[in-house]
């Protein structure tokens, strides 16, 4: 099992930043692939980046492409999502999953976060 942990949510103004962070523990070694979806309400879970323990690669939804970066510590098995020039349609939950090697479907992640909240008014 891997269990992961999101902190860094709030409520934020539109234009400004938050980091989100998602601190993973167990058998992180049979994963290889860290990611962050959301979900509005009344919307499905959507994919908004991925990144690869080894080697770093990283992938992005097009609506967050340029203004979102997810990185990765190994040494402390976190993961973080910095989010600038956040949006109103940026508001959901954030979960941070992880598997060995998925596709951009939720369906297709092993592992979940318990999510954290993103407001941004307007």
């Known amino acids: 099992q891997v269990q992961l942990v999101e902190s860094g949510g709030g409520l934020v103004q539109a234009g400004g930043s938050l980091r989100l962070s998602c601190a993973a523990s167990g058998r992180t070694f049979s994963t290889d692939t860290m990611g962050w979806f959301r979900q509005a309400p009344g919307k499905e879970r959507e994919f908004v980046a991925a990144?690869?323990?080894?080697?770093?690669?990283?992938g992005y939804a097009d609506s967050v492409k340029g203004r979102f970066t997810i990185s990765r510590d190994n040494a402390k098995n976190t993961v973080y999502l910095q989010m600038n020039s956040l949006k109103p349609e940026d508001t959901a939950i954030y979960y941070c999953?992880?598997?060995?090697?998925?596709?951009?479907?939720?369906?297709?992640?092993?592992?979940w976060g318990q999510g954290t909240q993103v407001t941004v008014s307007s």
């Open positions: 999953a992880a598997d060995r090697n998925p596709s951009r479907a939720a369906a297709d992640w092993v592992y």
């Open positions: 990144i690869r323990w080894s080697g770093g690669n990283t």
